[in-house]
């Protein structure tokens, strides 16, 4: 979804009409990305990436049928087996519910959000029939948004830093709550071949990555989004190393991770108490740093790191 919101904003600007498309609810379908959805300009060109384009030409027959009715929303079922699959290059089957709605009917705040990478919800209410369809927008970072059960459920989901769309009851309709959460930045504090197997890592996860050595800059890094700041603290230099572990520990950051030995690990953390930091804080520093995989490669241990992030961005044990 994020990666539709300067096309979205575009045309807004342009006055151009157009329909979103999503799923509402789907089983099946194998692993795919949780937040995928496509634009339909009037033109019926798709835009975005939905199940592989299994189903472009229905989606784009239904937001023409969608247009012309008149109406905000539309919900169609669709769904791809046997030979269909294979030429979509999907894992299996499946089927779904894709909700459509005119994109004028979407918050321009949404995509504003999306673009600057912030967190947000899109909490869509459709009525009875499913051919109707309000959304509002949470915006995590100004605090503002309905109170709800619904929002409730997208801030909890929020917390987890992980996209995806959930559906609740809500009266005789629905509530579609879709949470694009800010994109998890690794902060990477140090240099060399771990710093840059890190970087391609989250690359290949989707994820921003910035290296550095700076003290200064790390702190800027981390102060300009912690809730999506995750730190991998790499360097041994005294003056570096225990100062940014307790910015990260102070400043609210989900994960935070430091690289070292036993004496090194000894050394700042006593740094750390010194600096009046409770014991009880520090152990939310990761270290021995990264999942234990079976790592013994520098590329192994990237990805080791990089998987005990992940699961703590996910809230697991």
């Known amino acids: 979804m994020r990666e539709l919101a300067g096309t979205a904003r575009q045309w807004a600007a342009e006055g151009r009409g157009g329909v979103l498309a999503r799923p509402l609810t789907e089983r099946g379908f194998g692993p795919k990305r949780p937040a995928d959805a496509l634009l339909i300009d009037a033109d019926g060109r798709c835009h975005g990436s939905l199940y592989r384009g299994a189903f472009d030409r229905r989606l784009t ?9 008149g109406r905000t929303a539309r919900v169609c079922a669709v769904s791809v087996h046997d030979d269909a699959v294979r030429r979509a290059r999907l894992t299996c089957g499946g089927q779904a519910e894709i909700l459509l709605q005119r994109l004028s009917a979407v918050p321009a705040r949404w995509w504003e959000l999306l673009a600057e990478g912030a967190d947000a919800a899109l909490l869509t209410r459709l009525d009875a029939p499913r051919t109707g369809a309000v959304s509002t927008v949470l915006d995590a970072g100004a605090g503002t948004g309905p109170s709800d059960a619904a929002a409730e459920q997208a801030r909890a989901l929020m917390a987890r830093h992980r ?30 071949e ?12 989707e994820w921003r990555a910035t290296a550095t050595e700076d003290l200064a800059r790390a702190r800027e890094l981390i102060a300009s989004g912690p809730a999506a700041a995750c730190v991998v603290v790499l360097s041994h230099e005294p003056d570096v190393d225990a100062p940014v572990l307790h910015t990260a520990l102070t400043g609210g950051v989900p994960y935070v991770g430091a690289l070292g030995s036993r004496h090194t690990q000894e050394r700042r953390t006593a740094a750390l108490l010194a600096a009046g930091l409770d014991e009880e804080l520090l152990r939310a520093v990761h270290g021995p740093i990264g999942l234990d995989l079976g790592a013994r490669t520098p590329a192994e241990t990237a990805l080791a790191i990089c998987a005990e992030v992940l699961t703590a961005l996910a809230g697991k044990p």
């Open 61 to 69: 027959e239904e937001a023409a049928a969608l247009t012309a009715s």
């Open 194 to 205: 771990l710093a840059e197997l890190l970087q391609a890592q989250a690359r290949l996860l």
């Open 163 to 192: 996209a995806g769309r959930e559906t609740l009851p809500a009266g005789d309709g629905v509530v579609l709550i879709e949470t694009c959460p800010a994109v998890p930045h690794l902060v990477i504090v140090g240099a060399g």
